[in-house]
């Protein structure tokens, strides 16, 4: 609950103010030396921020003649932008012994000091189940990266990593508890959030572990899927390794109902039927043909390759506009599916990139399958092209 006559500061995600229940909007916020101010000073209101920080923050290198005077100025015109965002009538920001601080006439609750305050409680608590409490609360107050528009400021920046591990550590911990506990609702729901937080973070393997624990296989599965295939699309990058090892550890205990040959048989085929072309499938999935096919290789010596197709410019570059590489990418995936035989492996690897698994094939044609994606793809005077690389599958023994 908000009391009133209180100045509520949310610093995590976009900087907002709000004053007896409404936030004070308008173009007062957009202007960079009030914003800029108001941030650092309300970010520092039990200790005041010095004169000459200050300046160095709000004027930076600047050939400014009188730099006290200028940031005199700064203040006076904050005091007026205060007042006539409707604040009462105060002296809000006020010089003593050269330190600039807030006025104890309105009372300040900032979002961030209130997250370190929590992480500090649970630290000191010993009851596991309050500290489960007071982590989950710090958690659920990170609404996301500190000041996050404004981290190019020097100051901001640091914060925001600061608060970006404190996070990290508060989720971990309150993971822990739960884990002990085997409390996976409350897993799943905590992974759920942080990962809307905080995207492209690999929080996702809370909620795999929380879905593996309840039995929800498929849908273990499914995430995972969506999952890599989200960070090559949007980031070109892999989830990390950590997440990577959860769902194969996870796997491991992964067990189906008993069931009949005939049942188990028809949930294993392909729910389309055989459609034409390469076989389409995700990372997950093409990594572990991948592995199968090595192995295979020991005992059946087929020649195995692998190809990697990259869309480039015509400096030779990868294309780097979105809206266009999207657009190319689903017309090299056509092409690529249908340059290949039914039994190939295709992968969109990331955006503008597509791995396949040639079997049972020779050096010379995948040459052939080169010049079939190009004359599927490449149309006209098309600037947009493709650069292959080809690697023999070698089993590592």
Known sequence: MEKPHVLYVQMFGNFQLYYNGRPLTGEKLRDTHFTS???????NVSTGVSRDYLEDVLLGDRDVENRHQALQTIVY?????????GLPDENYIFLKKGIYYWTPQIPVSEDAAVFDSLCSQAEGCADEEKRLGIYLDACYKYKGEFLSTYTAVRWAGAEARRYRRQFCECVENAATIIRKKEDWLRLEKLGRYVTEITPFSNWESLIMEALMEKGRYGEAEKLYADTVEYYLREQGVYPSAKLL??????GSQMRHSYAVLDQIQRRLAEDSGSPNGGYQCSYPVFRGIYHAVSRLMERGGQSIYLMLCTM???????????????EMSARLLEAVKMS???GDIVNQYGSGQFLILLINITREDCEIIKNRINQRFIVGRQR??????????ICET
Do not use: W
């Open 340 to 342: 290949v035989r039914h």
């Open 77 to 85: 015109k904050a005091k007026k932008k205060l007042k006539n965002m």
């Open 245 to 250: 090892e959860t769902m194969e550890r996870l």
């Open 384 to 393: 947009i092209g493709i650069q292959y690389h080809v690697n023999s599958v």
């Open 37 to 43: 101010l108001m941030q650092i000073l309300l970010h």
């Open 312 to 326: 480039v410019d015509s400096k030779g570059n990868p294309v780097k506009e979105k809206e266009r590489r999207e």
